[in-house]
């Protein structure tokens, strides 16, 4: 029985009809529902559980006739189907995307020795998280204006390193929004620090807090958690621009279709055809994104879930335990320094048949205790879908030395990650469909560990290190971050985690 049976049978019973067309989004811990304009507004729900669309799979979605459009037609037939209730979705994707992207095909897909790689990284900051972020200030001024909301909306965003970069592009200087962004503390590549402490805006604040990305995420959330119903100071709302947001984490699902389109168009595949996806992953919002493709019928074959040293996922996958009580590793991949996976909250939804109760016990078991573990029932119906594999740091770096000799293709550390996790899962179970590897970073903003890898010199400071890079590689360094040499830094603070709540309060009494 897949997911949606499960779901479908509790769900259409009940004479909810009126309230689910006009409110289709639900919290994944309780009965709290949202139009999807609210719940991009909100972020977060007010029980500290996350959005998500109890019929996901049992809405029809024409996957043909999508397939068959341009990348933005695209982009707008899937945000409409996901996001029901904005209007004009045409304007926003275009406001959105238009000129912003280095390539007409936004996310292109490159052949590499025997697979695929989809490079997600051609946006305005040379992050994956561009795709995302284009989009959600859109979204964000269209559900202002829908849901008639006077308050200030203030994007608070613990980022790991790209997602920070990403939404301060997105958000400076957009009326009516103010962004904070936190981030850990010598946490992040010298190139993603250098991109956010030159932040321009008059609604912008960065900050760096000592400790790790698991310490700001939890930060922000209990901030979130503590204004759920009243207004930190008058006249402002709060939001999040994180994956945790449905309006950040449904663009995403685009460029699984655009990559799917992209095989039939050269021949590759036919419709229909099982496609494998691995992606290199953090906070589980990209791969659920490929999840939530398959859920509304693009024929997606495998997740592959590529996890660095910080291993909690592959170990999930295998076997059912969520166990954070573990060393935190520093990696040469540190978008992908993470142990608690946030978004893992919604497959589990998913995967309990709707059970909120469920997900809201394990959460706050992970919380209390440190860990939570799934039935066999449950794990089953994950493990059809994903599959989970690992890369320690040797491994990361050998991959871009290899892959660069043996196919001329020069990719960054998190791309590496997914690369060997692809074939060691192609090697174990005998996969033969047709692999799309998700690349979600430019080489050239990790300058000094890919310099590592390829046995090359690693001295003097990131813009040095672009420039070797780039004389070994006979490739460009985006401009967006060559351009950032000799900016002038604008963000000095640096804080302790206990201090996120106050810093918070302060900021937006300035705004
Ligand atoms: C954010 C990020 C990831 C992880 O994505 P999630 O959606 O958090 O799983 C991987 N690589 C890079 C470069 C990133 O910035």
């Known amino acids: 029985m897949s997911l949606f049976t499960r779901m479908k049978s509790r769900l259409v019973s009940a004479g909810e009809k009126a309230e689910r067309d006009s409110l289709p989004f639900q919290s994944t811990r309780g009965d709290l529902r949202a139009s999807a304009p609210e719940a991009v507004l909100r972020g977060l729900a007010p029980d500290g559980g996350l959005y998500i669309d109890p019929l996901l799979a049992s809405r029809a979605f024409d996957v043909k006739a999508c397939l068959a459009l341009e990348p933005l037609g695209q982009a707008e037939m899937i945000l409409s189907h996901l996001l029901p209730g904005f209007q004009d979705m045409h ?49 964000m001024t269209a559900a202002r204006a829908l849901t008639g909301v006077r308050e200030k909306t203030v994007i608070l965003t613990a980022t790991s390193g790209d997602t920070g970069k990403a939404a301060l592009e997105g958000f400076h200087d957009v009326p009516g929004t103010g962004i904070v962004v936190f981030f850990p503390h010598q946490g992040v590549s010298a190139v993603q620090e250098a991109q956010m402490l030159t932040q321009i805006g008059n609604n912008v604040a960065v900050c760096a807090v000592r400790g790790n990305f698991d310490d700001c995420q939890s930060a ?46 050269d021949g590759k595949i036919t419709f229909g055809d099982p496609v494998d996806y691995v992606v290199p992953t953090g906070n589980f919002g990209d791969i659920l994104a490929g ?45 992908m320094d993470i142990l608690v996976s946030s978004n893992l909250e919604r497959l589990l939804y998913y995967a309990c048949g709707g059970d909120t109760d469920a997900v809201r016990g394990n959460m706050l078991r992970l919380q209390n205790s440190g860990y939570y573990k799934l039935g066999a029932g449950e794990m089953a119906l994950i493990r059809r879908d994903f599959s989970g594999y690992c890369c320690t740091e040797e491994q990361t770096l050998e991959t871009i030395r290899d892959c660069f000799r043996n196919t001329g293709y020069l990719c960054d550390t998190h791309t590496a990650v997914a690369l060997h996790a692809a074939e060691e899962y192609r090697e174990a179970e005998k996969s033969d469909a047709p692999q799309v590897v998700l690349s979600t970073a430019s080489p050239f903003k990790f300058p000094a560990a890919v310099l590592t890898a390829l046995g090359e010199s690693s001295e003097g400071d990131a813009f040095c290190q672009m420039e070797r890079l780039a004389e070994v590689s006979g490739l460009t360094p985006p401009s ?21 709540s106050d810093y918070v309060i302060d900021r937006l009494k300035a705004f």
């Open 91 to 139: 304007t926003l994707v275009c406001n959105a995307y238009q000129g912003r992207f280095a390539s007409e095909a936004l996310t292109p897909l490159v052949p590499v020795g025997d697979r695929y790689i989809l490079e997600l990284y051609h946006g305005p900051t040379a992050a994956f998280k561009d795709v995302a972020l284009c989009m959600l200030p859109q979204l």
């Open 291 to 335: 999840w939530y493709a398959k859920q509304i019928g693009l024929p997606v074959g495998r997740l592959v879930c590529a996890s660095n040293a910080n291993r909690v996922l592959t170990d999930f996958i295998n076997t059912g335990v969520y166990d954070r009580r573990r060393s935190f590793y520093k990696t040469v991949s540190p978008s």
């Open 220 to 265: 922000v959330k209990s901030v979130f958690s503590a204004y759920a119903d009243r207004a930190p100071v008058p006249g402002v709302r709060l939001s999040s621009a994180n994956s945790i947001n449905i309006g950040r984490l449904a663009p995403q699902v685009v460029y699984y279709f655009l990559a799917y389109a992209s095989l039939m168009r």
């Open 480 to 500: 967006s971050l060559s351009g950032l040499q000799g900016k002038e830094i604008l963000h000095h603070d640096v804080i302790n985690r206990e201090e996120i």
